[in-house]
């Protein structure tokens, strides 16, 4: 192809010499990485030509290269004064062989499928579309890239600590010596996020200047970063317990399992963490953990916040389906704003990659017969209705097994409607269910256990379920009142309130409504005496926020027996979010979010749905499936929901936190951490440190919090770091949330994640937990 750009041109000797370089750091870079002289490794620092396609029209040759520092790709610019593209590698979420993006699809040929391939980013970053020369070319590509992905993804946090310091160190180090002056040593601190006096940095760099050659080189670095990564209040905790001559003895560390960490640990515990985490081998034979290993544990899944037993699927998987809270979308098509943002298939795959496990699809009439999806009377774009459904089909149960519930919302006439139902069958084959599991007519749902690899259908059904048992079904095409939230768009971009209409079905389309068919919702009592437990109704966010004030213990006796889906509300064009916990707190199921935006509710949703294997489904606590159960979550009474308890939190400290401004070198953050407490309304609660001057780096507040908390089984712990502003408000740093019965007691790491919910690999909060019963 002529649009592929070649490599630089250097003489014989030069290439040698450059190729040998590149070994090189293949090799020192590698080695941080675990891939030691990796060829795989070798091949994206050398890089190659590649065609970048944005348009049928735009497709340009680009020089792709992994840098030196074995963390940021880069590109050439071809616009006069451009610096290179770059990005890191740890903002991609995934590579696709093929044309398995919308733009590869759209511009081109299906004969070049073999030479295509796309970096798919996190968040809203748009894919970076490419072809390369070869098939060939492509597998190596693709296979690299998601070695190093993998590789990365799989550090320890320690390594990625020390790989996160090296990069900075190397680009600190201006005119690439591998020495470090005083003034390139300023530039770094800079660099991770820490202003320290001339005074204090002169210091430092005296006191690893051994040669006193005016430089930092080879072990003086290494000084340097042991210096810099030293951690004090590590070597407090440590130096109480180990008390083996000088070291943490098996014995040792069962003191400090049972006695800080609050764990029902053995001396075989004690054994296994030296053998999983203990880095010196002399020590490991003697059965002790140096401070290293020490460390290395506290920054490990089983040092984590987070209970490593509830990383995996561990609650009952076998109860009805409404007996759990589902991860659930809303306008799931659209990546941004409600009124004239695109519309994209990628909106459903990043959704279903981060299990969610019930997405909206407004279909319309399009085109050439073929339905689209789009958010109707708006400048939103289209997307084809089959290509949603094949994307779904393909990314569905990558992250979970558990069943995908597909909400339509139908505008579309009969004929197009045909068309849906058919690509539904086609597409989806037999993981669609068409009728009831088992042989008689159900009187309750089936379990997600029970539904694994399946599709339902949620939408309006021309009859009652049970028909298809009693040969009494619909021949033909009725009519049936069109949905809820389509009637609440309509009244919103109406000035006079417009009479409900009615829609006619498509009777094919009907016949696959098996476990969520549609209904008008209009009393409790009403759905109690009328309704099946298969007819689920939709509240707009007002009437259900209502009815959680009003009439919570009825709320939650209607969740008992039937789902129910809260959208958000027509007026939040912006696509912002509603705060999801009361919902939770009165049973509702599908509480429906725009996954599009970065907001403290999707962190309250990724807390919720963080455990269990990550799997979308959360069961629901007893106390909310019991038909004895009182609980109202605003007037707390006695009953099985009231176990108080006393959660203390004490902030110590932070590590390598981002740098907020990273336009401005200079711009160092003034950290502070809030701890929030989210549940029913006795137990919401915050409180926060105060802020530390100019160090994001290892900043320490040693503060400590009490909360008083109720209902543990429904509370929601947030983390949130801020950078404080006395002029405006202060800027986010970073959060992490998860529930209260998935916390670990004890000395914990907290890892942060950025405003998407994606982590920043090298920071983490430190903090000491204890969860205890009250009085």
Not at 529 to 543: G, L, P, V, W
Request: glycine share 4%; hydrophobic share 35%; net charge neutral.
């Amino acid at each position: 192809m002529s649009c592929f750009h070649k490599r630089p041109k250097r003489t014989k000797s030069e290439e040698q010499a450059f190729l040998e370089h590149l070994k090189k750091v293949a090799k020192e870079n590698g080695k941080r990485l675990g891939l030691e002289g990796d060829s795989d490794l070798q091949f994206l620092l050398l890089g190659g030509k590649l065609v970048k396609v944005r348009s049928k029209s735009w497709k340009h040759g680009r020089y792709f290269k992994l840098e030196e520092d074995c963390q940021t790709f880069s590109h050439e610019s071809k616009k006069a004064f451009k610096q290179n593209h770059t990005f890191s590698i740890d903002d991609i979420e995934s590579v696709r062989k093929g044309r398995q993006s919308e733009g590869l699809k759209k511009y081109t040929d299906a004969s070049v499928e073999d030479l295509c391939f796309s970096i798919i980013f996190k968040g809203r970053k748009k894919n970076l579309d490419l072809m390369a020369e070869s098939p060939e070319d492509v597998n190596k590509w693709v296979s690299s890239l998601e070695k190093v992905i993998n590789n990365m993804h799989n550090l320890s946090n320690q390594k990625k600590s020390e790989h996160w310091i090296f990069s900075c160190i190397r680009k600190a180090d201006k005119n690439g010596d591998n020495m470090m002056t005083l003034k390139e040593v300023k530039h770094f601190l800079r660099q991770i996020n820490v202003e320290v006096a001339d005074s204090y940095a002169a210091e430092l760099f005296k006191k690893c200047d051994t040669s006193n050659s005016g430089t930092l080189e080879g072990e003086e670095i290494k000084q340097f970063y042991d210096m810099l990564t030293n951690r004090e209040e590590i070597d407090v905790i440590y130096g109480k317990y180990a008390q083996t001559e000088g070291q943490m003895s098996d014995r040792d560390l069962l003191n400090f399992l049972l006695n800080e960490q609050r764990e029902q640990a053995t001396a075989e515990d004690a054994h296994r963490l030296i053998e999983k985490y203990e880095v010196d081998k002399t020590a490991k034979q003697n059965n002790c953990m140096t401070k290293d290993g020490f460390l290395m544990y506290l920054q490990q899944d089983d040092g984590c916040i987070l209970n490593p037993a509830h990383r995996s699927v561990y609650q009952d998987m076998n109860q009805p389906l409404n007996h759990y809270y589902i991860s659930s979308s809303h306008n799931t098509y659209l990546m941004a704003d409600q009124l004239k943002g695109p519309s994209s298939t990628e909106a459903y795959i990043k959704a279903l990659l981060k299990s969610c496990r019930c997405v909206e699809l407004d279909c319309w009439d399009g085109a050439n017969g073929e339905p689209v999806i789009y958010h109707g009377h708006t400048l939103t774009s289209k997307v084809l209705f089959k290509d949603v459904i094949k994307a779904i089909k393909d990314y569905a149960f990558k992250t979970s097994q558990y069943p995908v519930i597909l909400s339509l919302e139908n505008h579309c006439t009969v004929e197009q409607q045909k068309i849906m139902a058919r690509h539904l069958v086609f597409f989806l084959g037999d993981a669609l269910v068409k009728k009831p599991l088992g042989d008689t007519m159900p009187i309750n749902f089936p379990s997600p256990e029970a539904l694994k690899g399946k599709f339902l259908i949620k939408g309006k059904r021309l009859n009652k379920l049970d028909s298809i048992f009693t040969n009494n079904n619909v021949i033909e095409d009725g009519t049936v009142s069109e949905e809820d939230e389509a009637a609440e768009c309509k009244e919103n971009s109406q000035k006079e309130k417009p009479k409900k209409s009615k829609i006619k079905l498509d009777k094919e389309l009907s016949d696959i409504v098996i476990y969520c068919k549609s209904v008008h919702f209009n009393s409790f009592e009403h759905s109690r005496e009328n309704q099946a437990f298969y007819e689920m109704s939709s509240f707009k966010e007002s009437k259900a926020f209502n009815l959680a004030e009003t009439s919570a213990t009825a709320f939650m006796h209607h969740n008992m027996d039937k789902l129910s889906r809260i959208y958000p509300a027509g007026s939040r064009t912006d696509s912002s979010n509603y705060n999801p916990v009361p919902m939770w707190n009165v049973g509702c199921q599908i509480v429906a979010l725009n996954f599009q935006t970065n907001s403290k509710e999707m962190h309250l949703n990724q807390g919720r749905f963080l455990t269990n294997g990550f799997c979308g489904y959360i069961l629901k606590p007893e106390f909310q499936r019991s038909l004895s159960s009182q609980f109202d979550p605003s007037t707390l009474t006695e009953g099985s929901w009231l176990k108080k308890k006393i959660f203390h939190v004490m902030v110590i400290s932070a590590q390598q936190l981002p740098k907020i401004n990273k336009e401005k070198q200079k711009s160092i953050v003034d950290p502070l951490v809030k701890v929030e407490i989210h549940g029913v309304r006795a137990d919401n609660a915050s409180k926060e440190t105060h802020h530390i001057e100019n160090n994001g780096f290892n900043p320490m507040w040693n503060k400590k919090f009490q909360f008083d908390i109720s209902v543990p089984e429904l509370a929601l712990v947030r983390f949130l770091l801020e950078d404080h502003d006395t002029a405006s408000q202060n800027d986010f740093i970073g959060q992490y949330c998860l529930p209260l019965t998935s916390v670990q007691n004890g000395y914990r790491h907290v890892p942060v994640l950025n405003k998407r919910g994606d982590i920043i690999s090298s920071a983490s909060l430190f903090v000491h937990l204890m969860l205890l019963d009250a009085p």
